[in-house]
């Protein structure tokens, strides 16, 4: 089982900045997509944003032009910068990593992003 760590929830004021991060294991060969999913209480989880091995990036309608998502290769981490954030962005935040030689997909443990009016 793949564990990813992911870090950097927490609270801010509608207008602010968040960086979420999360590593996989060194171990791991060849991953392909990372992203990040979200899901708020009652609703279902959400597309967020995605980058390819090659730093393609997709994003959810929502958040295009607030959120950035990065990745370093290198350290097996991927990123999402969240600026301007408003209250309807508050939810669990789900890494998501693809691991191409096993064709299955990871899931970190989650971390809650409130945003205060």
């Known amino acids: 089982q793949v564990q990813l760590e992911e870090s950097g929830g927490g609270l801010v004021q509608a207008g602010g900045s968040l960086r979420l991060s999360c590593a996989a294991p060194?171990?791991?060969?060849?991953?392909?997509?990372m992203g990040w999913y979200r899901q708020a209480p009652g609703k279902q989880r959400e597309l967020v944003a995605t980058?390819?091995?090659?730093?393609?990036?997709n994003y959810g309608d929502s958040v295009k032009g607030r959120f950035t998502i990065s990745r370093d290769n290198a350290k097996n981490t991927v990123y999402l910068q969240m600026n301007s954030l408003k209250p309807e962005d508050t939810a669990v935040y789900y890494c998501?990593?693809?691991?191409?030689?096993?064709?299955?997909?990871?899931w970190g443990q989650g971390t809650q992003v409130t945003v205060s009016s």
């Open positions: 998501n990593v693809f691991t191409v030689i096993t064709g299955r997909h990871y």
């Open positions: 060194g171990n791991i060969l060849r991953i392909g997509a």
């Open positions: 980058i390819t091995s090659g730093g393609i990036t």
